[in-house]
């Protein structure tokens, strides 16, 4: 695929749709053209909202092994065109060859996952006083709008639509404008090739200033039924209100301040290295990256040095370079916030143990020590490669110092007593919790979410089929219920 292009349009109905305005999509290694990409507003959203509409009866109508037969298709679709999509988010998003890699891996398996959930049960039968037989059944909602990050474009997006999918409703996708490719546009070819009916999957982009607009008409539109949204908790807390203004069900994920705590009879080795791969894969730009490393006072000064020498061996560079492993921040309002926090917690005092260098997009791989309550990294999403160090005497300390804080995604316990660790797990304000291993964690059929500023509810396997359908309650009375005789 050609570094700077055209691309082919926005993907409703079926076809390819042209606009009058193109938006430029950047390589943020670069700053260079990546691809001119088309530059829709309301009226596009509401083109594909009714092409989607349109499309629900028969996707919803259609037998559950031909929506998973085309599922597994499109997976596998996916896997041959691998070393595209990892190009392309290499270039597109300033991720690192691995993290395409491990995208291109995932994302089929989402799919997969996806098509297993078409097997399913959809309900389940009740007792009934009055010898009915008394169902709850799960049936399709309708059109879904989807709204997807820029960060893991792949894995995210996919997650957000293919439960969705197999459930029988349709969708209308909205990319972010940092990655309408990889992030969208991507996708469409997938499922056209598979051969998904016209409107069942569409996909829409537009620039920065057009998303206000863009967003809330896939949100106020009659025929839009719910909506999945990943990306910050400022912009999640606005659509899950919209959403709640007009009685549509909205499943958020949002951001994190997660923490990885080692206890002082972690395994060194592992915990450092769950600290170096949590902090700053893909430059720290992952919701449940670790934000805050909390050790235990009797082995701070070690793991802070051996967790400093694994960092100061990271590769920072233009990803092209498949040995960078740490690429650029992917705009410069990210590299705006991520220094703002570092400045602030310089001049308070933190002390930075390794890294701390700006250039251009590409901000080095930081550790701060003696970082305080009051500064601004302590308590606001960095969503960047800089981390905090914290002490801890017990085991109570580290409880509060993680929940000391607004956001509840995921959360890393590191011990060798797993007792130990199942109890901080359950004091933990986190939707998510992993013993002896990283924040970073998901798989497809798994529940994924957070709890407090970090989202409402769950992405994956069954629980993405819940919250994307609707429950009913239907009865056949074979009993003959009496009604009271004066009637």
């Not at 092994?65 to 300033?94: C, F, M, V």
């Not at 690429?327 to 400045?343: F, H, M, T, Y």
Request: charged letters at 20%; a negative charge.
């Amino acid at each position: 695929m050609p570094q700077t292009q055209t691309l082919r349009g926005m993907y409703i109905g079926g076809q390819w749709v042209q606009t009058a305005r193109r938006f430029a999509d950047i390589n943020p290694s670069t700053g260079t053209l990546y691809a001119e990409a088309p530059d829709g507003a309301r009226p596009e959203a509401r083109m594909a909202i009714e092409a989607a509409h349109a499309a629900f009866k028969g996707w919803a109508a259609m037998k559950y092994t031909q929506r998973a037969h085309l599922l597994h298709k499109a997976a596998d679709i996916w896997e041959r065109r691998a070393p595209d999509y990892i190009a392309a988010a290499q270039a597109e998003g300033g991720g690192w060859v691995g993290k395409g890699a491990f995208e291109a891996h995932y994302v089929a398996e989402v799919f997969r996952s996806a098509a297993a959930a078409c097997y399913h049960n959809l309900g389940e039968i009740l007792p009934s006083e009055y010898g009915k037989f008394s169902t709850a059944v799960r049936y399709p909602m309708g059109v879904i709008s989807v709204i997807s990050p820029w960060n893991f474009q792949g894995i995210l997006t996919a997650r957000g639509f293919a439960f969705a999918l197999a459930a029988g409703n349709t969708i209308v996708l909205k990319p972010s404008e940092d990655t309408p490719y990889s992030g969208g546009l991507y996708f469409a070819e997938i499922l056209h090739e598979a051969g998904f009916a016209p409107g069942v999957f569409n996909v829409i982009t537009c620039a920065r200033e057009n998303v206000g607009a863009m967003g809330d008409e896939m949100i106020e539109h009659p025929y839009v039924k719910g909506i999945s949204f990943t990306g910050s908790t400022p912009v999640g807390r606005s659509i899950a209100a919209k959403a709640g203004a007009h009685l549509k069900k909205a499943c958020v994920e949002l951001g994190g301040k997660d923490s990885l705590i080692i206890l002082e009879d972690a395994e060194m080795e592992r915990a450092t290295q769950a600290a170096n791969f949590g902090s700053f894969m893909h430059q720290g730009q992952i919701c449940m990256s670790v934000e805050k490393v909390l050790v235990q006072e009797s082995i701070y000064p070690e793991f802070l040095a051996r967790f400093a020498e694994r960092a100061a061996r990271l590769k920072v560079g233009d990803t092209a370079d498949k040995s960078n492993v740490i690429g650029p921040l992917i705009n410069d309002r990210q590299v705006a916030r991520v220094k703002a926090q570092l400045d602030d917690a310089i001049a308070r005092g933190a002390r930075v143990i390794v890294g701390g260098g700006i250039n251009g997009r590409f901000v080095e791989p930081t550790i701060l020590a003696d970082v305080t309550p009051d500064m601004l990294v302590y308590r606001d999403e960095t969503f960047g490669p800089v981390v905090p160090v914290i002490p801890f005497a017990t085991d109570e300390d580290a409880i509060a110092i993680n929940n000391d804080t607004e956001y509840g995604l995921s959360a890393g316990v590191f011990t060798a007593n797993e007792a130990r660790a199942l109890d901080i797990a359950r004091r933990l304000e986190t939707g998510m919790c992993h013993v002896n291993c990283s924040s970073v964690n998901d798989e497809p059929h798994v529940p994924f979410g957070g709890s407090k500023a970090s989202g409402l509810g769950r992405h994956g396997g069954r629980w993405s089929i819940e919250t994307f359908t609707e429950t009913r309650w239907i009865t056949l009375d074979r009993g003959g219920r009496p009604y009271p005789p004066v009637f």
